[in-house]
């Protein structure tokens, strides 16, 4: 009974040395407490996903990069099938070509009126005046014809003319006056033909009209033929941005519809360590000051960042970050920005431990 009690004694002061020995380890060996002007923090190392999608329905045909693809931005990612919008804008250009050869014969037409009409105008105004002179010239002649007339019907009355004297010269007057009826017919005729002529100024307005209308059906047509050429270079996905595909949500054949994502890309030369500071410590952090994170994957490098975001409000530790302090206790979201990431070795999901400096004359110290 006294050996038993003797080594349960013995039992329970190696255990006591034993925690006593762990807790210095961990307190002076594995966690030394960092000096004044430095704060440790850990959490995952995060980066901006871009999601691409596609703005319009359709099936695969192409899927040009997979998961870990290293791509540039406006870089072809996914090719979906495009036959039918490729006809559609193929009647969309030849509709297009139509409407413009419409508009170059309107235009063609019009420039025609335009040199015609004041032409036309020109010849009719001539003939007008052709025809005054005329009209002129047999009231002269009708004038001259009466008298003569007249003259010669006294004389013949005086018997100092003979009837056949007065009846030529009657019959000259008879024909004078048709004379003058003939020209004013052809003056009437040339008014109207110089009327008709100045018609031609409303003929050039009704084209112009015509020209303008032909011009909006070919702005139509070409609207509808962007459009489906805009909807045809939307079948093909580009990258919206450098980064690295992390996830492929698609394959070559499946029909998918407008807006579902089909990749997520995360830039890799952007990288930050979000972490969770102490309440109590949030106060001496400001934006800009410098940090080092360390990873269990790179141990001997350190990577240099930059306190680029800290949240103005506090909430209460999540589950999955490991402090020493209290959960219940508050904490602040702060976002450690890397400078480089040399050759993308930090990855989104990796965990990692970080210093940041507050106080510039603290020598650093390494936490692996």
Not at 109 to 116: I, P, S
Request: glycine share 4%; aromatic share 6%.
């Amino acid at each position: 009974m006294k050996v038993s009690r003797t080594y349960l004694i013995t039992a329970v002061v190696v255990a006591l040395l034993a925690i006593a020995a762990f807790v210095l380890l961990d307190r002076f060996v594995w966690n030394p407490r960092l000096p004044e002007g430095l704060i440790q923090a850990n959490g995952r190392i995060e980066g901006d996903h871009v999601t691409v999608s596609s703005k319009f329905p359709g099936r695969i045909r192409e899927l040009l990069v997979r998961e870990g693809a290293t791509v540039a931005a406006g870089q072809v990612l996914i090719r979906l099938d495009d036959s039918q919008i490729q006809a559609r804008a193929d009647q969309a250009r030849h509709a297009a070509k139509a409407h413009e050869a419409q508009v170059q014969a309107a235009h063609m037409t019009l420039a025609v009126l335009n040199l015609d009409v004041p032409l036309a105008i020109e010849r009719a105004d001539a003939q007008v005046e052709k025809a005054k002179d005329v009209v002129s010239k047999a009231l002269s002649v009708e004038r001259e014809a009466r008298s003569d007339a007249q003259r010669f019907r006294h004389l013949a009355e005086k018997d100092e003319a003979s009837i056949q004297q007065r009846d030529q010269a009657t019959m000259r007057w008879e024909v004078a006056q048709e004379d003058i009826a003939s020209a004013r017919s052809a003056l009437i005729q040339a008014t109207k033909e110089l009327a008709q002529a100045e018609l031609g100024w409303k003929r050039i307005l009704a084209k112009e009209l015509d020209v303008n209308a032909l011009e909006r059906q070919r702005d139509q047509a070409d609207a509808v033929l962007n459009e489906a050429e805009s909807v045809l270079q939307d079948l093909t996905i580009t990258a919206p941005t450098g980064g690295t595909v992390t996830t492929r949500m698609i394959d070559v054949g499946e029909v998918v519809a407008a807006g579902a994502p089909l990749l997520e890309l995360v830039d890799l030369d952007r990288l930050y360590l979000n972490v969770y500071v102490p309440e109590v410590q949030i106060g001496k952090l400001r934006l800009d000051l410098p940090a080092r994170i360390f990873t269990d994957a790179f141990p001997d490098q350190p990577f240099e960042a930059t306190v680029r975001y800290i949240a103005s409000k506090a909430e209460f530790t999540p589950k999955e970050v490991q402090t020493p302090d209290e959960r219940v206790k508050l904490i602040y979201a702060v976002k450690l920005y890397l400078t480089a990431n040399p050759d993308h070795r930090l990855t989104p999901g990796l965990p990692a431990d970080a210093i940041v400096r507050w106080k510039e004359d603290v020598a650093w110290v390494n936490l692996k």
